[in-house]
Structures are given as C-alpha cells and as structure tokens.
DNA sequence: TGAAGTTACATGCCCGTGCATTCAATGTCA
DNA sequence: TGACATTGAATGCACGGGCATGTAACTTCA
C-alpha cells in the first residue's frame, strides 16, 4: 500500500469504468438496432459457437455459467429469449437429465455471423 | 485496421469486462453490506462532495449528471433514495427555478466518510 | 436400497436502469 | 408582450438482473 499507489488507483477505476461505460453501450445499441440482439444474447451466441473454447456449437449451461459474468437465472432467462427467437435449442443430456445441451440453430449461426462484425467495428472503435 | 490488432480488441475488451465486474460486484457487496449503500448512491455522495472537483458539497443536478455514467432518470431516482436517507437535500435554486441545488448533509459526509475506505480498499485489492 | 445431501435448472419476486412523456420554469424572437 | 422552443427535473412503463426458492435428477453412505 505505498503511499503513490494510492492515487492511481482511483484514477484506474474510473479509466475502466469510462472505457466499460461507453463500449458496452455502444454494443448494447448497435447490435439492438442492427440485429436485434441484446449484449448479452449475443454474448452466450458467441460463446456457445465457442471458437474461442474449441466449442462446436453446443455447450451445457454450466459451461456457459461459468464462462460469464451472468447468474445462473440470467443465463436461464437470457437462454429462453434466444430460444423464443430459434436460434438456439435446449435438449436434454443422456448422461444427465437434469443438464440441458444447448445447441446454436443454423438461424442462430447466421445471426451470429451477422452481428459479428458490428460487434468488432465497435470493439476495434474503443480499443484499437 | 491492422490485421495483427483485430485479435487484441477482443482480448482487451474481455480483460475490461473481467475486471469491471469484478470490481464493481465486490464494491457493490461491500458497501451494501457495511454501509448500506449501493454503488451510484456511494458515487453521487463522493461526486457532491466533490473533493475531486474542488465542489463544496453543493452541486445541481445537471453537473452531476455530466459526470456521471447515469440517465437523468435513474440520478433523479437515485437522489431520492438518498433524500429519503436523509443523507442529502434538496433545494431550490434561486436563479433558476428549475433546477435544484443538492447539499451534502452532515449525516451524508459522515456516511461517506465511513465508506470511502472500504471503497478505496476494494480498489486496491483489484487496482494495485 | 433408502434417507439425506447435492446439483442443474426454472421461476417468483424485487430492484435499479433507461426511454418516453409530462410539467413547470426559462429563453427567444417578432 | 405573446407565441413557440428549450431546459431541468419527476414519473409511468418495461426490461434485464440478482437472490431466494422449488423441483427434479443425481450422489453418497451406512
């Protein structure tokens, strides 16, 4: 806890929390207007096609639980919405009937493939 | 656009988003928890106290509101909660009747007192 | 095997937020 | 001065989130 520290730790703080503030809102608007997608949608779409985890499109909701900043509620409803709107599927897992599978719907994919590229521009926007 | 950036943006922003939730969730908890005080609420005091801003414990809502990663609705509700509290007030503004002046009240700077080192803790802890 | 504990998921409830609207107080301009 | 635009703030509304709970489906252990 040096003393010089001490500073720049709020400083820190509000740096990250300027960048979160408006990279999130930007991606929250231009995927909601653009492809009708939540931040939060789009995340577990992202995840579930988990290029980044070697994934093939399929995962089980504890996976996924744990992979993002979401409660297990949040998750569950957000995975509801996603399945409303056919672009992901629950199934039941053979080994465990209390997991659910979920899988990206080819409507899923696409929509992923869609928005992909808003949510880079926006990215390389604040970041790059 | 540089091909070699386009992989950090991602990274960048996952790193942003770990450490935002992380931070915030925990000073969330915290304050909550100690002082009864949610994050905004804590952040509206610190901002009318506004030793940051060489502030008096006066400021209007429009100021605040500048500095502040809030809709004017939810600052609006946000002061209430606090007025309710009994840890800041409302005023009117003499040259403008519109606009209200918010003070600090003393139980409001001793409450800020109090949690501004479990707030800067917490900041250190995810900062230092 | 059966009772008690644990795990995965869904759901009821409440809360904080943003958007749109409203209302009163100001400002502007002919 | 009077009509119209603008501004500061409160509020109705809907939505997404977390916590607590419920309920099935495992697991453990005697």
Not at 15 to 36: D, P
Not at 90 to 109: I, V
Request: glycine letters at 6%; hydrophobic letters at 35%; one cysteine or more.
């Amino acid at each position: 806890m040096d003393v010089k520290t001490e500073p720049n730790v709020c400083d820190k703080w509000a740096e990250t929390l300027r960048v979160y503030h408006n990279t999130s809102c930007e991606l929250e608007n231009e995927l909601q207007s653009r492809h009708s997608l939540g931040l939060s949608e789009f995340e577990v779409l992202l995840e579930l096609c988990g290029q980044c985890h070697g994934g093939d499109g399929k995962a089980k909701m504890k996976d996924l639980e744990a992979r993002m900043y979401l409660s297990q509620s949040a998750l569950s409803r957000t995975v509801t919405r996603l399945e409303k709107a056919g672009l992901v599927t629950r199934a039941a897992c053979d080994n465990d009937r209390r997991a659910n599978f979920l899988m990206l719907t080819p409507a899923g994919q696409e929509r992923l493939d869609e928005a992909r590229p808003t949510h880079k521009s926006v990215l390389i926007k604040h970041f790059a």
